[in-house]
């Protein structure tokens, strides 16, 4: 099985896919996010709705001259790497349909193709045990799951740049969410935690591939 290498572009849209979705995690847990709902809690005086989603407000709304409720500076920074995450997310879909090294769809979602799953079915019978005890094969030995998870962690980052994008044009400052946008929401904040555990997967898997001396980094260093 030959290793997988990566074209010259698929590596500094890594760099800037890292970094930006990194932050934009940071960010979007910590922001206030504006809504009126909030207010009318904040009316009752009373405390029987627990904030139980991150795009509750921590922090009491504060309504400007306009009358509607201020957006924080996080919640405007979270718009915009929001924003441009979505742009790289075009220019990765864009990628996808060339034959650049590393690029192509077939590479990212093996399990579509019979080939793709005979060798994911291989490496799961042979790396397996080796992973109970955190010994990752070299990558020579085939990445058929790595690469799954990476065309895991695109499809998921997809969700969360459209839903964002979709959120941006529809969310209310001035008046309670519709029920498609609170919808949507719902969807933006369940996809994220399973981009969290699909992110600590690759993560650590990098880790540990670099401490058994694998050194994959230098495949994706820009
Ligand atoms: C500190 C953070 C990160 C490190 C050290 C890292 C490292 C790596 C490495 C070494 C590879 C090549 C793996 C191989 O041998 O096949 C890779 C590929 C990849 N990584 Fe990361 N990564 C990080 C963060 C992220 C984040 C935040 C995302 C998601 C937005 C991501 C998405 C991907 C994807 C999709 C690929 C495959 C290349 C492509 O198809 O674009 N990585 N990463």
């Given at each position: 099985m030959a290793e997988q290498t990566f074209a010259k572009p698929i590596r500094?849209?890594?760099?800037?896919?890292?970094?930006?979705?990194?932050?934009?995690?940071?960010?979007?847990?910590?922001?206030?996010?504006?809504?009126?709902e909030k207010l009318a809690e904040q009316h009752t005086s009373m405390h029987l709705v627990t904030p139980a989603f991150a795009h509750e407000s921590h922090e009491a709304p504060v309504l400007n001259a306009g009358g509607s409720v201020e957006e924080s500076l996080g919640f405007e920074v979270h718009e915009l790497l929001g924003l441009f995450i979505a742009g790289l997310m075009v220019i990765r879909i864009l990628l996808a349909m060339t034959s650049l090294p590393g690029a192509n769809w077939r590479e990212l979602f093996p399990w579509m193709f019979a080939d793709g799953r005979k060798q994911l079915a291989n490496e799961?019978?042979?790396?397996?045990?080796?992973?109970?005890?955190?010994?990752?094969?070299?990558?020579?030995?085939?990445?058929?799951?790595?690469?799954?998870?990476?065309?895991?962690?695109?499809?998921?980052?997809?969700?969360?740049?459209?839903?964002?994008?979709r959120l941006y044009f529809g969310w209310s400052t001035t008046a309670p969410q519709t029920d498609a946008v609170e919808a949507i929401a719902e969807i933006h904040e369940t996809v994220v935690v399973i981009l969290q555990a699909l992110l600590a997967l690759h993560i650590g898997a990098v880790v540990l591939h670099q401490m058994q001396g694998h050194n994959i980094l230098a495949k994706i260093k820009p």
């Open positions: 500094i849209l890594h760099s800037l896919f890292a970094l930006a979705v990194i932050a934009q995690l940071s960010v979007g847990h910590l922001m206030t996010v504006p809504e009126v799961l019978s042979t790396q397996m045990s080796g992973w109970m005890k955190l010994r990752l094969a070299p990558p020579e030995d085939g990445e058929a799951v790595a690469r799954s998870v990476h065309g895991f962690i695109l499809i998921a980052t997809s969700i969360m740049a459209l839903s964002g994008t």
